[in-house]
């Protein structure tokens, strides 16, 4: 009995010092940034592949222990012409993730805040827009993805969008631009987003009409299946 106390006893030592190692390691990392240097890699390469575009990032930083990434002067470049502006970029992105399980590797964005975001959505007279394009187009439909990923919670804050149209020709254009996605749990497969878009001082030109002022706000819900506004 004693043989086997001490064996055990060894073993909890090993594993106790195999963990503080782990522990030290992922400290220095953290420490020097190398680990923030990998994840901003690995955070660049999906969007990248995800959207099709090209990003630039002027900061990027990783709390490990709060598991919170934060991504400053975020730009996603689309298929603008040189010298037009880029087809988004936000002056910060802020991204809580949590853990679903440890084993099964599987981890759940909880929560984005994003700032001063500004979407430049033009279209040519041919159609073509400025919008990258997916170099794999996805498995599933962007409703799908949203459910897969469980997002919490996603804040647009104080944004500018614009629109302009050659062929209608339409041109659109306003801030105060908001928008706020709510999971809400229900059951199993019946899980749905409460949202609200809101859009301030909005400016419209369309064909030879005179161009015009307004506000709008909308509430929506929208479920596996479909969307309700």
Not at 74 to 90: D, Q, S, V
Not at 146 to 154: M, P
């Amino acid at each position: 009995m004693k043989f086997r106390w001490k064996r055990w006893l060894k073993f909890l030592a090993a594993v106790t010092a195999a963990l503080l190692a782990v522990v030290v390691i992922l400290l220095i990392l953290v420490h020097t940034g190398w680990l923030g240097g990998w994840v901003r890699r690995g955070v660049i390469a999906q969007i990248e592949k995800m959207s099709g575009g090209r990003v630039e990032l002027k900061q990027f930083r990783f709390n490990v222990l709060a598991l919170r990434a934060e991504l400053d002067d975020f730009t996603l470049h689309g298929r603008e012409a040189e010298g037009l502006p880029p087809f988004f970029h936000a002056d910060s992105i802020v991204v809580d993730l949590r853990v679903i399980s440890v084993f099964g590797r599987k981890v759940t964005v909880d929560a984005v805040f994003i700032e001063n975001p500004v979407l430049d959505l033009r279209f040519d007279k041919y159609g073509n827009s400025n919008s990258p394009i997916p170099k794999r187009p996805a498995a599933k439909p962007w409703n799908q993805r949203i459910f897969d990923l469980t997002i919490q919670e996603l804040r647009l804050n104080h944004g500018l969008l614009m629109i302009n149209d050659v062929r209608v020709p339409l041109a659109v254009e306003g801030g105060e631009f908001s928008f706020v996605l709510d999971y809400r749990a229900g059951e199993a497969g019946k899980e749905f987003y409460e949202g609200t878009a809101s859009w301030q001082k909005m400016k419209l030109a369309a064909r030879r009409y005179l161009p015009f002022q307004s506000d709008w706000r909308v509430k929506f819900t929208l479920g596996r299946d479909g969307m309700e506004v």
